[in-house]
């Protein structure tokens, strides 16, 4: 059981990684590379069940998500961190659905639903949510998420071998479930976390990109007329919408240091 732990505890230390610009460690027990060429596949299946739109709404969609990619792009270059960036091939697509949605797969793979667009408004609002997605994609997130996962049910079954061999005064069941608990409640506060790092990267990309980061304090405002989520985040993946704009005007300076007028 003491040798099981120490090699858990070694792959902990051996599997760390840093999210660029706010160089926070995360565990990476995956190979991004693998990751990539599975969102490939996912994405392209995606589109065939989702015919991407071409109109007027789309084309701009794909003028922001090159903007955007460019800019980030540019950004690693600066840092010398292009290998961040391997297998990366951007692709931008607008799908029709009523979903208020946006996401970004490994490797740069973006859709936008129709349904987030009455809430972008613009070029400048599309932006906001584009870097903001691309975001979760460049600090490897996903990865971060399953790595997690991984790692809890690795931890799992560590905890239910040791159990088996010691005499407890509550059940082996009763341990793993508050196990359980615990653990999905600390994926919860890393998905909040992921959220909130996302908003400050996709400020610096958007602004590198040529939009005004300003804008995205206005979005998270139309998008909070749309919620009622009262500012509880406990049990939520997302954090509240009045949390994510006292963070954007927080990290705010820092990101019109990028922006030229």
């Not at 029709?96 to 797969?105: S, V």
């Not at 749309?226 to 820092?254: A, Q, V």
Request: hydrophobic share 40%.
């Amino acid at each position: 059981m003491k040798k099981l732990i120490l090699l858990f505890s070694l792959i902990f230390i051996i599997s760390c990684s840093n999210v660029p610009v706010t160089e926070r460690g995360q565990l990476m027990l995956v190979s991004e590379s693998e990751i990539i060429v599975f969102s490939e596949k996912q994405y392209q299946d995606f589109l065939k069940e989702n015919k991407p739109l071409n109109n007027k709404n789309s084309e701009l969609v794909k003028k922001v998500g090159k903007n955007i990619s460019i800019a980030v792009e540019q950004y690693f270059k600066q840092k010398g961190q292009e290998n961040l960036l391997e297998g990366y091939d951007w692709k931008f697509n607008l799908v029709a659905g009523k979903d208020i949605n946006a996401w970004c797969m490994p490797g740069g793979k973006v859709a936008f639903y129709t349904g987030i667009l009455p809430i972008t408004k613009d070029e400048l609002g599309i932006a906001v949510v584009m870097g903001h997605e691309v975001a979760h994609a460049v600090a490897r997130h996903g990865s971060e998420r399953l790595s997690h996962q991984m790692a809890i049910q690795t931890g799992a079954n560590l905890l239910n071998l040791g159990l088996s061999n010691v005499e407890l005064p509550i059940s082996s069941d009763m341990a793993l479930q508050a196990y359980g608990i615990g653990s999905n409640l600390g994926i919860l506060s890393y998905s909040r976390k992921h959220e909130l790092e996302a908003d400050r990267l996709g400020l610096i990309f958007m602004a590198m990109a040529g939009y005004n980061p300003e804008e995205a304090i206005e979005f998270w405002k139309r998008m909070a007329e749309l919620s009622s989520d009262g500012g509880n985040e406990f049990m939520s993946t997302h954090p509240s919408h009045r949390h994510r704009i006292e963070d954007i005007e927080k990290y705010l300076p820092e990101a019109m240091t990028y922006y030229n007028k």
